[in-house]
């Protein structure tokens, strides 16, 4: 168990709708990361948060956004879904100043 | 341009065989970190070890030894005596001064009874 937990675990829902992905990072952890993993582009960085501030975006569609709140959680909110949309999204966090990130159990997003 | 490489696809071994995975990575940064995941079936991804820039000393940990070479830009991870345990999608990734984690493709390794 990493530590980071994020819910739901599984989400089913049909193209066109949006949906909003939850994770709490381990505890003193300050940094969230979003990730997608699909088959065709395997595992690609969206988003970094620290301490409620936007640090990095990768490739994050404009469809999607995320947001870090002041007790550390972070939601990533996916819109029009589309059927290319279905993925496995990790969440991950660090400590300050370590590199290595822990991930959560990942959210398998199904888009139907 | 950034970029992590594990040319291996797929591998598959006996138990009890050794077996290494490969990982080359590009940067421009003097000071970066790599690492190694484990995603087993289940689907977690695993933390395994992390290494900066500026440590090429070679680390083991039970069964598991990696090999960090700067000269070749490359961090290869050898397993020892696998088991079937050890069958998972192993990723190598590079972590750099622009706060992002690129991961390589992946190598499925299979490890047969």
């Known amino acids: 168990d990493s530590g980071v937990t994020q819910t739901p675990k599984h989400l089913i829902t049909a193209t066109g709708q949006r949906v909003t992905l939850r994770c709490s990072p381990r505890s003193g952890d300050l940094s969230v990361y979003w990730y997608q993993q699909s088959l065709d582009q395997g595992l690609q960085f969206l988003i970094q948060y620290y301490n409620g501030e936007e640090r990095a975006k990768g490739n994050i569609l404009e469809r999607f956004s995320a947001q870090q709140f002041p007790d550390l959680h972070s939601e990533l909110n996916l819109s029009s879904l589309e059927l290319g949309d279905s993925a496995l999204y990790f969440c991950?966090?660090?400590?300050?100043?370590?590199?290595?990130?822990?991930f959560g159990p990942g959210t398998r997003l199904t888009v139907l | 341009a950034q970029k992590v490489t594990q040319a291996q696809t797929e591998i598959s071994v006996v138990e009890k065989e050794d077996v290494t995975l490969d990982c080359v990575y590009e940067t421009r940064d003097t000071t970066y970190y790599l690492f190694w995941y484990k995603q087993p079936p289940s689907g977690e991804l695993v933390f395994l070890i992390r290494r900066n820039s500026f440590d090429e000393q070679n680390e083991i940990s039970g069964r598991y030894s990696w090999n960090f070479q700067k000269s070749t830009s490359s961090f290869n991870f050898t397993i020892t005596a696998s088991q079937v345990v050890d069958s998972a999608v192993y990723f190598c990734a590079l972590y750099m001064s622009s706060y992002k984690l690129i991961f390589g493709s992946g190598t499925r390794l299979l490890v047969r009874p």
């Open positions: 991950a966090s660090s400590a300050p100043s370590r590199g290595e990130q822990f």
